[in-house]
């Protein structure tokens, strides 16, 4: 297994999905996990459960708040020293089609998807910089690279996330800083969860592997790109996926 002991990762959405099993993943060998989310309750209780071997830690931040995010930032460092993993994941739907898509839908999912990422990117590139190690993975998706009918707003946050990891992986390569994007496919959470089954049907259909991911799986891709053996890895998006889409 990849020797992360004793390392710090800030986890956005850590409390619910993909960003929770990352952290449990992440805390099982030994990652000390600063863990944000926007309701306390569930953060707390991650505090307390074995599952995280007393590695975990919540934070409340609405992401999309730059000041919010910079406060949180330095608590973070107060509490642990370093940070040296960032886990872009936290993110929200507001599906509707673009007829139909109001302002509020489109700035909502802007602001959460890849403004926050922006933020949490920006004050973490500091203290990244002075230790001179860094690993940043930004959760995408496979729509971001495909389009999707009814997700115009969610896809511009997407495909947006696939250019920051761009830009970020070429102005830190150079100082052993790596930044990647992770594009899952169908991965079964409370996201997906509200979609009717005859969506969920049609989806499989065009899955290869026939059936949809897990948090878990999405989970160990961000292991490896958190380690060493992925320390020559820059500027990529992988999809997580069963085959649904082969480049
Ligand atoms: P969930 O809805 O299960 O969890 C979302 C997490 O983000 C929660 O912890 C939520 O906590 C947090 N969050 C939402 N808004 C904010 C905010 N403004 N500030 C801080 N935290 C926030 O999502 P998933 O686990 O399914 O998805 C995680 C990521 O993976 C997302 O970026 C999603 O787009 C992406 N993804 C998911 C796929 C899937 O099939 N599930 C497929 C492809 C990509 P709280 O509400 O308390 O703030």
Redesign the pocket.
């Known amino acids: 297994m990849f020797d992360l002991k004793g390392k710090t990762a800030l986890i956005?959405?850590?409390?619910?999905?993909?960003?929770?099993a990352i952290s449990e993943a992440y805390c099982e060998i030994g990652i000390h996990v600063a863990g944000?989310?926007?309701?306390i309750t569930?953060i707390k209780d991650m505090e307390n459960s074995q599952s995280y071997s007393g590695n975990f830690k919540g934070y409340t931040?609405?992401?999309?708040v730059g000041k919010n995010v910079k406060e949180t930032i330095s608590e973070v460092l107060k509490d642990f020293g370093q940070i040296d993993i960032l886990i872009n994941?936290?993110?929200?739907?507001r599906d509707t089609l673009l007829v139909r898509m109001s302002e509020k839908q489109w700035d909502e999912v802007l602001a959460?998807?890849l403004k926050?990422a922006f933020n949490c990117t920006r004050n973490i590139v500091r203290p990244m910089l002075k230790n001179k190690f860094g690993r940043i993975i930004n959760?995408?998706?496979?729509v971001g690279i495909m389009g999707n009918t009814g997700q115009a707003n969610?896809v511009a946050s997407?495909a947006g996330l696939i250019g920051l990891t761009k830009s970020t992986a070429q102005e830190l390569a150079k100082r052993n800083i790596t930044v990647n994007c992770i594009?899952?496919?169908?991965?079964n959470?409370?996201?997906?969860e509200k979609l009717s089954e005859d969506i969920k049907d049609q989806m499989k259909k065009s899955i290869p592997m026939n059936r949809f991911g897990s948090?878990q799986d999405v989970a160990s891709l961000a292991l490896f790109l958190a380690s060493d053996e992925a320390g020559y890895i820059t500027g990529q998006t992988i999809t997580v996926d069963g085959g649904m889409i082969m480049n």
């Open positions: 956005t959405g850590a409390s619910r999905g993909i960003g929770r944000i989310a926007r309701d569930p931040c609405d992401i999309s994941n936290a993110g929200i739907t959460i998807n926050g959760i995408g998706s496979v969610y997407k594009a899952p496919g169908f991965i959470t409370d996201m997906t948090p």
